[in-house]
């Protein structure tokens, strides 16, 4: 096994112990992961991922966030407005 890397990642629009749980079980079920934690009691919330990075990188630890319906701190995203706006064009 590689030597194993650690990412602190900086969550947005978490307001529950249950969302940050959430986000944790997503990422203790990924190959690759060897562990995940949160501290509920932190602001910003913020996830502990230690993963190898023979099988990951942090932006796929950030996808699975992302896909886990919530957001990384400091990333842009569409606003409301362009996401709607994109419902309706024409591919």
Same mark, same amino acid.
């Given at each position: 096994?590689? !030597? #194993? @890397? /650690?990412? $602190?990642? /900086?969550?947005r629009?978490?307001?529950?112990?249950?969302?940050?749980?959430?986000?944790?079980?997503? #990422? +203790? $079920?990924?190959? =690759?992961? %060897? +562990?995940?934690?949160?501290? &509920?009691?932190?602001?910003?919330?913020? %996830?502990?991922?230690?993963?190898?990075?023979? @099988?990951?990188? !942090?932006?796929? #630890? !950030? @996808?699975?966030? !992302?896909?886990? =319906?919530? +957001?990384?701190? =400091? $990333?842009k995203? &569409? =606003?409301?407005?362009?996401?709607?706006?994109?419902?309706?064009?024409? @591919?």
């Amino acid at each position: 096994m590689a !030597e #194993l @890397r /650690e990412a $602190k990642i /900086e969550l947005r629009f978490i307001m529950c112990a249950d969302c940050l749980y959430k986000v944790v079980s997503a #990422l +203790q $079920k990924t190959d =690759g992961v %060897v +562990q995940a934690k949160h501290n &509920p009691a932190t602001y910003p919330p913020w %996830v502990w991922v230690q993963y190898d990075p023979t @099988r990951l990188t !942090e932006a796929d #630890l !950030e @996808r699975v966030i !992302e896909q886990t =319906g919530y +957001q990384i701190k =400091g $990333k842009k995203y &569409p =606003g409301l407005w362009e996401s709607i706006r994109s419902l309706f064009q024409r @591919r």
